[in-house]
């Protein structure tokens, strides 16, 4: 299994940005593909982004294509997400997710950190 920890979440006001990260620790890093997922209030988890084992491939929602970038650091066993131009519509805890295969379904998704909030104020 692989433990993920989320953090760089936090409070900004629309059109600023801000990076999240995801430290992984336990099985090796590279061995997942990962994904970043948010849960607004009385909301379902929805998918934002996508990232292969090998970086090569990158998926992203439609809400936050051309604003978020998804990235990762084996070296360093990190996931990022580089959110920018955020909106209200943004706000969310935001959980990292490790799996076998790139997927865009939070059930697909083995392994989840404990989230970080996300909060951009208008």
């Known amino acids: 299994q692989v433990q993920l920890v989320e953090s760089g979440g936090g409070l900004v006001q629309a059109g600023g940005s801000l990076r999240l990260s995801c430290t992984a620790s336990?099985?090796?890093?590279?061995?997942?593909?990962m994904g970043w997922f948010r849960q607004a209030p009385d909301k379902e988890r929805e998918f934002v982004a996508a990232?292969?084992?090998?970086?090569?491939?990158?998926y992203y929602a439609d809400s936050v294509k051309g604003r978020f970038t998804i990235a990762r650091d084996n070296a360093k066993n990190t996931l990022y997400l580089q959110m920018n131009s955020l909106k209200p519509e943004d706000t969310a805890s935001y959980y990292c997710?490790?799996?076998?295969?790139?997927?865009?379904?939070?059930?697909?998704?083995?392994?989840w950190g404990q989230g970080t909030q996300v909060t951009v104020s208008s």
């Open positions: 336990g099985r090796t890093f590279s061995s997942y593909a």
């Open positions: 990232i292969s084992r090998s970086g090569r491939q990158t």
């Open positions: 997710a490790a799996g076998g295969t790139v997927r865009a379904i939070p059930t697909e998704y083995r392994y």
